[in-house]
Each structure stands twice: as C-alpha cells, then as structure tokens.
C-alpha cells in the first residue's frame, strides 16, 4: 500500500478528526512494518521463496478492501467527502455518483456566510 497510508487518511478525514486520524494510520503503517521487519528474515530462511505468496495474499486482501471501501475522492472538498459518507455508501464506493457532495462556489459562499452569521450570534450571546 505504500505512501497511501500517509496521504489517504489526510484527505478524507474532517478537521475535527484527522489529526487523531492521521496519527492512528500512521501508528498502524509502523506497527506493520515493524512485524514485517521480524517476520521476512526468518520466513526467506525457513520458507524461502514461498515467502512471496504471503506477500501477494495480503496485497490481494488489500485490493479487496481498497475496492469496497474507499470512495474516489478525487478533485472533492472535504466538505464533499463528508457528505458522501453521509449519503450512506458505507460498503458500496462504486455507487456513489459524480454529482454526490458537489457544490457550487455559490453555494459554498453561502454555507460559509450562514456559518458565519451563526458564529456572530453564539459570541455576541456569551
């Protein structure tokens, strides 16, 4: 899986979340290294090039989550990502259409100015 461990994680998670999202990825891609580093030298000594197939059967299993799991993110706001998962497309990424999440400046301009206005009303009533 290489590098997407580190940049997956930091575009799909709100910024309520990511930090603590980030870190855990980030812990659990050491952690597996970590095993894999013990794991490799006793197994190409013992097993020796059947090794492989342990590698391939894990990279298979990843290709399988990666295909059921993942929404494509790409060119989305995290705004829009958060929708997606809201939408309820839990364990069918392929269903979630283009136009899911998408929004206008327009429409963007106006969350953020309603936002703002909410934000003027909590500070002013403290």
Same mark, same amino acid.
């Given at each position: 899986?290489?590098?997407?461990?580190?940049?997956?994680?930091?575009?799909?998670?709100?910024?309520?979340?990511?930090?603590?999202?980030?870190?855990?990825?980030?812990?659990?891609?050491?952690?597996?290294?970590?095993?894999?580093?013990?794991?490799?030298?006793?197994?190409?000594?013992?097993?020796?090039?059947?090794?492989?197939?342990?590698?391939?059967? &894990?990279?298979?299993?990843?290709?399988?989550?990666?295909?059921?799991?993942?929404?494509?993110?790409?060119? /989305? !706001? $995290?705004? %829009? @990502?958060?929708?997606? &998962?809201?939408?309820?497309?839990?364990?069918?990424?392929?269903?979630?259409?283009?136009?899911?999440?998408? /929004? !206008? $400046?327009? %429409? @963007?301009?106006?969350?953020?100015?309603?936002?703002?206005?909410?934000?003027?009303?909590?500070?002013?009533?403290?």
């Amino acid at each position: 899986m290489g590098p997407v461990s580190w940049t997956y994680p930091a575009e799909l998670y709100s910024l309520k979340v990511r930090g603590k999202a980030v870190s855990l990825a980030t812990a659990t891609n050491w952690l597996f290294n970590f095993a894999l580093a013990f794991a490799v030298p006793p197994g190409l000594s013992s097993i020796a090039w059947k090794t492989y197939f342990i590698f391939g059967t &894990f990279n298979f299993a990843a290709f399988i989550h990666v295909f059921f799991m993942f929404p494509e993110t790409v060119g /989305r !706001t $995290l705004e %829009e @990502v958060e929708e997606i &998962f809201e939408s309820g497309h839990v364990f069918s990424p392929w269903k979630v259409g283009r136009d899911v999440g998408r /929004r !206008t $400046l327009g %429409e @963007v301009r106006g969350k953020a100015a309603v936002d703002d206005e909410k934000d003027e009303k909590d500070s002013g009533s403290h």
